[in-house]
């Protein structure tokens, strides 16, 4: 379930973002299919506490008209989920395909300022509350690479987030770490297995 709220909540905001940004065009339907999860082996996981990884491949068809043109979406994406049983973390990652032309990517979500972008994916969190503000941003390793990230903080004793986003072979994809700040070591569960996951 949590792994398909993400998923939703990141297709809804792809499709929102290429209308609301012109990004749609004449033409036939825009067909891709992500090149691989951002995932981890279970031995690599079990290592960093967390249970065995769950990879789900999810295809979505879509069809838009705005301003008198109608287009098509056809997207192949996949899902990892993966939860820590002992600190109460968990992380979902999802794998979207970049439309990378020419060595550009046509995917919005992967120019759109990162809170603009993992705001889209918020609302969809299943937290007991919907109040959610910006915490700033931090750096993680994100398979092996330093990347940006951003916090998140959830009013009441909701678990907080932190969001982190790359471009990985033709791929955009997003690491969400959802962890508790009173539980020691549930955010270091979270910051462990970033570092080991492996697109591919």
């Given at each position: 379930?949590?792994?398909?709220?993400?998923?939703?909540?990141?297709?809804?905001?792809?499709?929102?973002?290429?209308?609301?940004?012109?990004?749609?065009?004449?033409?036939?339907?825009?067909?891709?299919?992500?090149?691989?999860?951002?995932?981890?082996?279970?031995?690599?996981?079990?290592?960093?506490?967390?249970?065995?990884?769950?990879?789900?491949?999810?295809?979505?068809?879509?069809?838009?008209?705005?301003?008198?043109?109608?287009?098509?979406?056809?997207?192949?994406?996949?899902?990892?989920?993966?939860?820590?049983?002992?600190?109460?973390?968990?992380?979902?990652?999802?794998?979207?395909?970049?439309?990378?032309?020419?060595?550009?990517?046509?995917?919005?979500?992967?120019?759109?300022?990162?809170?603009?972008?993992?705001?889209?994916?918020?609302?969809?969190?299943?937290?007991?509350?919907?109040?959610?503000?910006?915490?700033?941003?931090?750096?993680?390793?994100?398979?092996?690479?330093?990347?940006?990230?951003g916090e998140y903080e959830v009013e009441g004793d909701a678990p907080r987030l932190v969001v982190a986003r790359e471009t990985m072979g033709g791929d955009t994809v997003?690491?969400?770490?959802?962890?508790?700040?009173?539980?020691?070591?549930?955010?270091?569960?979270?910051?462990?297995?970033?570092?080991?996951?492996?697109?591919?």
């Open positions: 379930m949590l792994r398909r709220l993400f998923t939703l909540a990141l297709v809804g905001g792809l499709l929102f973002a290429a209308v609301g940004g012109g990004w749609l065009v004449a033409g036939g339907p825009m067909r891709g299919t992500a090149e691989a999860p951002l995932t981890v082996d279970a031995g690599t996981a079990a290592e960093h506490g967390f249970g065995e990884p769950s990879v789900e491949r999810v295809q979505f068809q879509e069809r838009l008209r705005v301003a008198g043109v109608e287009k098509g979406f056809d997207l192949s994406a996949y899902v990892m989920t993966t939860t820590h049983e002992g600190t109460g973390a968990a992380v979902v990652t999802v794998s979207l395909p970049g439309w990378t032309i020419g060595g550009v990517s046509l995917n919005p979500l992967t120019y759109a300022p990162l809170k603009q972008a993992v705001t889209r994916v918020l609302p969809y969190l299943p937290t007991e509350t919907p109040e959610v503000t910006w915490a700033g941003e931090t750096t993680v390793e994100l398979a092996g690479e330093d990347v940006t990230a997003f690491a969400v770490g959802v962890y508790s700040a009173e539980r020691s070591g549930s955010r270091d569960a979270v910051d462990a297995l970033f570092a080991a996951l492996d697109h591919g």
